[in-house]
C-alpha cells in the first residue's frame, strides 16, 4: 500500500520520490528480472511494468511468491523493485541475505534495538541501514566497503574514498643537531 503512493519525480524531477533507471543496461537487466518473476510465479502487489517517460523508469515493485531460482533474488537490480520472501525465523533471514554473492547493502527492520544491531553484525554487507531501506547510499560522511561481487572494492564515501587516490610518503630530515641513536658510535 505504501508503496504504490510513492510517485516517480516525472515531469518535475524536484517531485516525486523515485528516479529513472539508472542507465540502458540496467533498464533490460530489471526487464528481464520483472519478466523471469513473472513467468516462475510471481506477483506484483504494485508497479512489476516499466515506463518510457523520454527515460525508463520503475515504479515501486512490489513481488510476492517469490523463490531462489528468480534473477530477481538471485541479482541487484538498482531498481525500485522489491522481492519478498517469507522465512520461518531470524536465522533463516539471516543466511537467506548472506547466500547471495552481493554484499553492497542490507537492511534491518525491527523495533528491538538489540535485535537490529545482533542481526546487522551477521550480516555480509558493507553498509547496513536500520529500520531504513537507504541511509548507506544517503549518509554520504559513513565510510563503508562492498563485500563480495559487489561494488569496486574501496570505500566510495568518507575521508577513506579521499584517501584511495593519494599515495602517503614521508619525507625525514636530519638537520644535523643530534646524533643517530641508531648508528653506533666508535
Request: proline share 4%; aromatic share 6%; charged share 20%.
Amino acid at each position: 500500500k505504501e508503496a504504490s503512493a510513492l510517485e516517480l519525480a516525472w515531469p518535475d524531477p524536484k517531485q516525486g520520490q523515485i528516479g529513472p533507471v539508472i542507465a540502458a543496461s540496467q533498464v533490460e537487466l530489471v526487464r528481464a528480472q520483472l519478466a523471469d518473476a513473472k513467468a516462475k510465479g510471481a506477483r506484483a502487489l504494485t508497479g512489476g511494468e516499466l515506463i518510457d517517460h523520454g527515460g525508463i523508469w520503475c515504479p515501486p515493485t512490489v513481488l510476492v511468491d517469490v523463490s531462489d531460482e528468480m534473477a530477481v533474488v538471485a541479482d541487484e537490480s538498482f531498481a525500485s523493485v522489491l522481492p519478498v520472501m517469507v522465512v520461518a525465523d531470524e536465522a533463516e533471514a539471516i543466511a537467506r541475505a548472506n547466500t547471495t554473492e552481493f554484499g553492497l547493502s542490507a537492511a534491518v527492520f525491527t523495533q528491538s534495538p538489540e535485535r537490529a544491531q545482533r542481526v546487522a553484525r551477521q550480516l555480509q554487507a558493507g553498509g547496513i541501514s536500520i529500520n531504513d531501506a537507504c541511509l548507506t547510499g544517503m549518509v554520504q560522511t559513513a565510510e563503508k566497503q562492498s563485500f563480495k561481487l559487489s561494488g569496486m572494492g574501496g570505500s566510495r564515501m568518507g575521508t577513506a574514498s579521499i584517501r584511495r587516490f593519494v599515495r602517503a610518503r614521508a619525507l625525514l630530515i636530519n638537520t644535523g643537531t643530534a646524533s643517530p641513536w641508531w648508528f653506533a658510535q666508535a
